[in-house]
C-alpha cells in the first residue's frame, strides 16, 4: 500500500508541474504598480528613428525595480557613450552612419548604469524620443522628428557641413531634449569639444539636464537571465527539455517586468538593426481563443505593423503574441529578482 501511494504521489507531482508549464492564467504585472508607474506602463512611447530599443527595454525593467519611471533616454545615451573601438566601428558599418552608436542589450545597459551609480528620472529627461515640429516657411506640413535627428544635425553641425533643413530644425530639437540649456551654448559647446565622439557630449549634456532628478543607485541589481541558442552565439540556458517561454512565466508569475531580446522578423517586416534583432518588454499574458499570449510592450509608438496572427493595441503601445511565436522569437529574457 505504502509503494501504491508513493507512485501516486510522484505522478501528482510530476501532474503539477505539467500544469504549471502548460498555465496560461491572466497576468499583467502592470496591476500590482504604483500609479506613477502604471501611468507610464499604460501609455506608449516611441523611440523614433534610432536604434536605442535596448535602452527602452532596460528603461521599463529598471522602473520596476526603482519604483518610479526611469528616463529611457537617458539611459540609452549613458550606454552609447561608453561603446568605444571595434564596438564603435561594427555599429557604424551595421548603421552605415556613425552620429552615434546605436544598438545595444538590455542586461548590458543595466550594468553600465550600476557602473555609473545612478539614474534619471523620466520628468527630468523625458522618454519620448519623437516631437512635431513645423515644416520651414514655403513648405506644406510638418515633421516628426527626435533624437536621431538631433544627433545627425549637431554631427552635421559640428562638421560645418549643415543644410538648410538643419539650420531650421536644430534649434528646436535643442530646446525639445535640453530646455534647462542656451541653444547656443549647446552649439558652442559641441563646437568646441568636435574631437570627442558626439555620443559623449550628448550624454554629458543629458546627465546635466538631469539635475534634481538624478537619484543614486546604491545596491548590485540580482539580474535572473536564460538565453536560447542562436547562429551568432551557441550559449544556451534553456534545456532540452524547456522552452523560453517556462522562464517567461517564471519572471511574471513573480510579478516582473520580464526583458525581452527577439528576432522581430517574427512579427514585423520592420526589425531592428542586427538582422531583425530588437528589444521589448513582457508585461503579461493569457488565452485567446483557446492560445496562450504573451502580452509585449514594445516602443514604437501607436504603430500596427504588424503580421497577421499578432494582436496590436495601440492604446497603450502593446501586442499580443502566439507562445509558439514567441518561443521561437525569443533569444534571451531577464528581468531584475531584487
Same mark, same amino acid.
Given at each position: 500500500?505504502?509503494?501504491?501511494?508513493?507512485?501516486?504521489?510522484?505522478?501528482?507531482?510530476?501532474?503539477?508541474?505539467?500544469?504549471?508549464?502548460?498555465?496560461?492564467?491572466?497576468?499583467?504585472?502592470?496591476?500590482?504598480?504604483?500609479?506613477?508607474?502604471?501611468?507610464?506602463?499604460?501609455?506608449?512611447?516611441?523611440?523614433?528613428?534610432?536604434?536605442?530599443?535596448?535602452?527602452?527595454?532596460?528603461?521599463?525593467?529598471?522602473?520596476?525595480?526603482?519604483?518610479?519611471?526611469?528616463?529611457?533616454?537617458?539611459?540609452?545615451?549613458?550606454?552609447?557613450?561608453?561603446?568605444?573601438?571595434?564596438?564603435?566601428?561594427?555599429?557604424?558599418?551595421?548603421?552605415?552612419?556613425?552620429?552615434?552608436?546605436?544598438?545595444?542589450?538590455?542586461?548590458?545597459?543595466?550594468?553600465?548604469?550600476?557602473?555609473?551609480?545612478?539614474?534619471?528620472?523620466?520628468?527630468?529627461?523625458?522618454?519620448?524620443?519623437?516631437?512635431?515640429?513645423?515644416?520651414?516657411?514655403?513648405?506644406?506640413?510638418?515633421?516628426?522628428?527626435?533624437?536621431?535627428?538631433?544627433?545627425?544635425?549637431?554631427?552635421?553641425?559640428?562638421?560645418?557641413?549643415?543644410?538648410?533643413?538643419?539650420?531650421?530644425?536644430?534649434?528646436?530639437?535643442?530646446?525639445?531634449?535640453?530646455?534647462?540649456?542656451?541653444?547656443?551654448?549647446?552649439?558652442?559647446?559641441?563646437?568646441?569639444?568636435?574631437?570627442?565622439?558626439?555620443?559623449?557630449?550628448?550624454?554629458?549634456?543629458?546627465?546635466?539636464?538631469?539635475?534634481?532628478?538624478?537619484?543614486?543607485?546604491?545596491?548590485?541589481?540580482?539580474?535572473?537571465?536564460?538565453?536560447?541558442?542562436?547562429?551568432?552565439?551557441?550559449?544556451?540556458?534553456?534545456?532540452?527539455?524547456?522552452?523560453?517561454?517556462?522562464? +517567461?512565466? !517564471?519572471?511574471?508569475?513573480?510579478?516582473?517586468? %520580464?526583458?525581452? #531580446?527577439?528576432?522581430? *522578423?517574427?512579427? =514585423?517586416?520592420?526589425?531592428?538593426?542586427?538582422?531583425?534583432?530588437?528589444?521589448?518588454?513582457?508585461?503579461?499574458?493569457?488565452?485567446?481563443?483557446?492560445?496562450?499570449?504573451?502580452?509585449?510592450?514594445?516602443?514604437?509608438?501607436?504603430?500596427?505593423?504588424?503580421?497577421?496572427?499578432? +494582436?496590436? !493595441?495601440?492604446?497603450?503601445?502593446?501586442?499580443? %503574441?502566439?507562445? #509558439?511565436?514567441?518561443? *521561437?522569437?525569443? =533569444?534571451?529574457?531577464?528581468?531584475?529578482?531584487?
Amino acid at each position: 500500500m505504502k509503494h501504491v501511494t508513493g507512485i501516486f504521489l510522484i505522478l501528482s507531482f510530476l501532474g503539477s508541474l505539467s500544469f504549471a508549464s502548460d498555465d496560461c492564467s491572466n497576468i499583467d504585472v502592470r496591476k500590482s504598480m504604483n500609479p506613477s508607474l502604471q501611468k507610464r506602463f499604460y501609455a506608449p512611447y516611441d523611440q523614433g528613428q534610432i536604434g536605442w530599443c535596448f535602452g527602452y527595454a532596460a528603461a521599463d525593467v529598471l522602473s520596476q525595480a526603482v519604483g518610479e519611471p526611469v528616463s529611457a533616454i537617458h539611459l540609452s545615451s549613458r550606454y552609447a557613450s561608453t561603446v568605444t573601438g571595434v564596438g564603435r566601428l561594427a555599429r557604424s558599418i551595421f548603421m552605415r552612419k556613425n552620429a552615434v552608436s546605436e544598438g545595444g542589450f538590455i542586461e548590458g545597459a543595466i550594468d553600465e548604469m550600476e557602473e555609473l551609480g545612478h539614474y534619471c528620472e523620466a520628468s527630468a529627461v523625458p522618454s519620448e524620443g519623437t516631437m512635431v515640429i513645423s515644416a520651414r516657411d514655403g513648405v506644406t506640413g510638418y515633421n516628426v522628428l527626435g533624437t536621431a535627428e538631433l544627433m545627425g544635425y549637431l554631427k552635421s553641425y559640428s562638421e560645418g557641413t549643415c543644410t538648410e533643413d538643419c539650420a531650421y530644425f536644430i534649434n528646436p530639437l535643442i530646446r525639445r531634449y535640453f530646455p534647462n540649456q542656451d541653444v547656443n551654448v549647446v552649439k558652442e559647446y559641441i563646437l568646441a569639444n568636435k574631437t570627442q565622439p558626439l555620443d559623449r557630449l550628448v550624454f554629458e549634456l543629458f546627465d546635466q539636464k538631469c539635475g534634481q532628478g538624478r537619484k543614486a543607485i546604491t545596491s548590485k541589481f540580482a539580474i535572473e537571465s536564460y538565453q536560447n541558442s542562436t547562429s551568432r552565439n551557441k550559449r544556451r540556458d534553456i534545456q532540452p527539455q524547456e522552452e523560453i517561454s517556462d522562464h +517567461i512565466d !517564471q519572471g511574471l508569475n513573480a510579478q516582473k517586468v %520580464v526583458g525581452l #531580446e527577439y528576432d522581430a *522578423k517574427y512579427v =514585423t517586416g520592420a526589425g531592428g538593426i542586427f538582422g531583425g534583432g530588437h528589444a521589448s518588454t513582457i508585461l503579461g499574458r493569457k488565452s485567446i481563443g483557446g492560445v496562450c499570449h504573451y502580452l509585449v510592450r514594445n516602443s514604437w509608438g501607436k504603430t500596427c505593423a504588424y503580421k497577421d496572427g499578432i +494582436i496590436c !493595441q495601440p492604446g497603450d503601445g502593446t501586442y499580443w %503574441v502566439p507562445k #509558439e511565436t514567441m518561443n *521561437k522569437m525569443a =533569444t534571451k529574457v531577464l528581468w531584475i529578482k531584487n
